[in-house]
Nanobody
Framework: QVQLVESGGGLVQAGGSLRLSCAVS????????MAWYRQAPGKQREWVAQ???????NYADSVKGRFTISRDNAKNTLYLQMNSLKPEDTAVYYC??????WGQGTQVTVSS
């Protein structure tokens, strides 16, 4: 069964940190291009970060220098370390795996 399950969201004050995790079912695995997206209320879903097969990473300008994407293939888990959080980072965060696998999302709320 195809499954991506995010966890680690919550409420945090501005300037704080959170680490999101995405547990990926074994039949998919994390040894593929994977990414994090987010969707704020009333806005379209936007790309946040990606990690390629060779482990190169890319980030949206809005999170560059603050967020770090990583994965542990042995644990079939994708991570997103989020530091120096801002109120504008408030959104539902989704894990994505090529070609079309999505998680159900985890809420991140940053208070000012």
């Amino acid at each position: 069964q195809v499954q991506l399950v995010e966890s680690g969201g919550g409420l945090v004050q501005a300037g704080g940190s959170l680490r999101l995790s995405c547990a990926v079912s074994r039949n998919i695995g994390t040894n593929r291009v994977m990414a994090w997206y987010r969707q704020a209320p009333g806005k379209q879903r936007e790309w946040v970060a990606q990690i390629l097969l060779d482990s190169r990473v890319n980030y949206a300008d809005s999170v560059k220098g603050r967020f770090t994407i990583s994965r542990d293939n042995a644990k079939n888990t994708l991570y997103l370390q989020m530091n120096s959080l801002k109120p504008e980072d408030t959104a539902v965060y989704y894990c994505y795996a090529v070609p079309t696998y999505w998680g159900q999302g985890t809420q991140v709320t940053v208070s000012s």
